[in-house]
């Protein structure tokens, strides 16, 4: 059973263009159901994919946004704030 998930940043600033990696774990770290879902909050600034064990990042247009992070075993989240400048 999940009981949380943890992210190895919760604050991301890039570029326009660019892209960042974060990873992600559960806790416990030997939890049943190691599945995530992901959404940008704004997919106009940033857009997210699952990369199985990272979260990557991409800023499509200068501007802050959230990304959330959602175990799908009791829907616990966490939260990226990402800040795109233009290049």
Same mark, same amino acid.
Not at 65 to 69: D, E, M
Not at 71 to 75: C, P, Q, W
């Given at each position: 059973?999940v009981?949380?998930?943890?992210?190895?940043d919760?604050?991301?600033?890039?570029?326009?263009?660019?892209?960042?990696d @974060? !990873?992600?774990?559960? %806790?416990?770290?030997?939890?049943?159901?190691? /599945?995530?879902? &992901? +959404?940008?909050?704004?997919? *106009?600034?940033a857009?997210?994919?699952?990369? @199985? !064990?990272?979260?990557? %990042?991409?800023g499509v247009?200068?501007?802050t /946004?959230?990304? &959330? +992070?959602y175990?799908?075993? *009791?829907?616990f989240?966490a939260?990226?704030?990402?800040?795109?400048?233009?290049?």
């Open positions: 059973q009981l949380g998930v943890a992210l190895s919760y604050n991301v600033s890039i570029t326009v263009g660019s892209f960042a @974060i !990873g992600y774990g559960f %806790i416990p770290a030997n939890a049943t159901i190691q /599945t995530i879902n &992901v +959404v940008s909050m704004n997919t *106009g600034i857009t997210v994919v699952d990369a @199985i !064990g990272d979260v990557t %990042i991409t247009n200068a501007g /946004t959230t990304v &959330v +992070v175990s799908v075993d *009791g829907n989240k939260e990226i704030t990402v800040t795109v400048t233009a290049v």
